[in-house]
């Protein structure tokens, strides 16, 4: 799915996070933690095994002959260095030119697994729109801009990745209500693309956009919102049937505090009496202790005065 940006500009884009792949996806991470394995190895064993990056399962404990028959009456599409390069090629980035081809082919397969996994992801171009003081953007815009950057990106996995967890973090443009915040969203999540999860969920958690989506912003000591508590441990961290309802209370309580960024200035709706916020520059949601829980939580076995930090890691 397309996430919170809607479907119409990608219905037919190649992708990791299609419907039904999250599950997936989490499972074979989790299968991967377990195992302690490097990214690049796990990219390897996703290519091996046919797979698409945000459906990295593996099967057995080692990544030993994972591509090679097992039996006189099979052969693997894979035995090649050539088939092996297309297939990562296919798998972890949006496809390739004859020269990019060439380019890894000449590399090898290992290199350029290194090259896709190690290299730091490139920034998009500034989304010009995003950037004017008061200006204001369709959502359609915001899709083609992404769109051209996945498509000339000189960082393609990272920019895979932040597909994927476009999709995994997701959050509604219409409810978040600023389309600045889904801009905003991009650029986080392609920057926290390749860290690691404990990381990305305090600055999932303190995103504009998610913040309103799922009402966190809202959320206060005398009348705590559950529905960030629940989301986070259910679809972003830990799957269903690991926590109980009154972690879900309790988490919830833990997360009060937070709201939206102050806008710098504000300025007048084309052709309307509305006053909108005006951004000079990418923000993160604001902690307001005043209204937050002071008071002592259990939270997923943990007792004390737990912040947002100890709630998320």
């Known amino acids: ?70 039996g006189t009456d099979w052969a693997s599409p894979l035995g090649s260095e050539s088939a092996r390069i297309m297939q990562l090629l296919r798998r972890a980035t949006f496809g390739y030119t004859p020269a990019q081809l060439e380019s890894a082919l000449s590399a090898g397969f290992g290199k350029t697994v290194d090259r896709l996994i190690e290299t730091k992801p490139a920034e998009p171009p500034a989304l010009v729109a995003a950037t ?29 990745m932040t597909l994927f967890w476009h999709g995994h973090f997701t959050s509604d443009y219409r409810k978040a209500g600023d389309n600045t915040f889904m801009y905003w969203q991009n650029l986080t999540w392609r920057r926290m693309a390749m860290t690691n999860l ?26 705590p919102n559950e529905n960030y508590s629940r989301e986070l441990m259910e679809l972003f961290a830990m799957g269903a049937d690991t926590f109980s309802e009154e972690d879900v209370r309790q988490g919830a309580v833990a997360l009060t505090g937070w709201q939206l960024p102050r806008p710098d ?26 209204r937050a829980f002071k008071g002592s939580v259990t939270y997923l076995g943990k007792t004390g005065a737990l912040d947002t930090q100890a709630s998320t890691t």
Do not use: C
Request: glycine share 10%; proline share 5%.
């Open 1 to 70: 799915m397309w996430g919170g940006l809607g479907t119409s500009a990608l219905t037919n884009f190649p992708h990791s996070a299609d419907s039904g792949q999250t599950d997936k996806a989490l499972t074979g991470f989790v299968a991967l933690a377990k195992q302690v394995l490097t990214r690049r190895q796990a990219l390897v064993a996703a290519v091996a095994a046919g797979l698409g990056v945000g459906a990295v399962r593996l099967v057995t404990p080692t990544l030993t002959n994972i591509s090679a028959g097992s």
């Open 132 to 160: 004017t003081p008061g200006g204001r953007f369709a959502v359609t815009q915001l899709q083609q801009w992404w769109v051209d950057h996945m498509l000339t990106t000189p960082t393609p996995f990272a920019e895979r």
């Open 198 to 223: 404990g990381s990305m969920l305090m600055q999932v958690t303190t995103d504009p956009a998610m913040l309103r989506y799922l009402d966190l912003a809202t959320s206060v000591a005398s009348n």
């Open 265 to 290: 200035s504000t300025a007048a709706a084309n052709g309307t009496g509305r006053m909108l916020p005006v951004y000079t520059s990418q923000k993160s949601g604001v902690f307001n202790q005043r």
